[in-house]
């Protein structure tokens, strides 16, 4: 399966503990996006990657937040300090811009935070 | 600010029967309107989309329409099957595709 994936699926973590999280985009897409999602809430948009560039990044991404792709393939999202509030669904989605043209966004699985 | 809204938390149809999911915006700046689906421990996954310059848009049982003047959009779905059973998102683009914004979501039950 060629899909997004994301690892781990589930991490439950002490508060002010430092977390990791990984995505893999599906392999020809050069657009890589996080999204965090709440409890009763749609996926609120973290920050996306062109390639290995950063290009926006959302006021919800505190300096405690930090994301790379470095060599414009895989993705990951690092959480310093981590607080309670941080525990939620962390998604990666991918796609393809082509010649000012993007293609649907793919979703992987998320990864479950839960801060103790 | 919200900027995408579904006001329905939630919706029970019968199978074989028309469901119908309402959307509003707040942002008419809004050119690309999305919707997903989304089971249980999985990622969403993309339904269908419609760009401004349409007002429907059609795929098989799916059909999305928009409505501009009202910065509303709603997605049909006919007939219902229990596969359908899952929660719907709405979502929308600033510029052709890009990063989303949603809508909190709708849970839709299809009952035989």
């Known amino acids: 399966d060629t899909g997004v994936s994301q690892d781990p699926r589930h991490k439950i973590t002490k508060r002010g503990q430092n977390v990791t999280f990984r995505c893999d985009p599906i392999s020809e897409h050069n657009r890589l996006y996080w999204y965090r999602q709440t409890l009763g809430q749609g996926p609120e948009f973290l920050t996306y990657?062109?390639?290995?560039?950063?290009?926006?990044k959302s006021r919800l991404l505190s300096d405690r937040f930090s994301a790379e792709r470095p060599k414009g393939s895989f993705s990951t999202l690092e959480i310093q300090r981590t607080e309670q509030g941080d525990s939620a669904m962390y998604l990666c989605?991918?796609?393809?811009?082509?010649?000012?043209?993007?293609?649907?966004?793919?979703f992987g699985p998320g990864t479950r935070l839960t801060v103790t | 600010d919200q900027q995408v809204k579904q006001n329905s938390p939630s919706l029970s149809v019968q199978e074989g029967r028309i469901s119908i999911l309402n959307c509003d915006y707040t942002?008419?700046?809004?050119?690309?309107f999305l919707w997903y689906k989304k089971y249980p421990a999985e990622g969403p996954t993309f339904l269908i989309s419609?760009?401004?310059?349409?007002d429907k848009n059609e795929d098989g049982r799916f059909t999305v329409f928009l409505n501009k003047s009202a910065k509303h959009l709603s997605l049909h779905i006919v007939p219902s099957q229990p596969g359908d059973s899952a929660v719907y998102f709405c979502a929308a683009s600033l510029y052709s595709w890009g990063k989303l914004q949603f809508g909190a979501g709708t849970q839709v039950v299809v009952t035989p």
């Open positions: 942002n008419s700046m809004f050119d690309y």
């Open positions: 419609i760009s401004s310059i349409k």
């Open positions: 989605a991918s796609s393809l811009e082509l010649m000012g043209a993007e293609y649907e966004q793919y």
């Open positions: 990657f062109q390639n290995e560039a950063q290009l926006e």
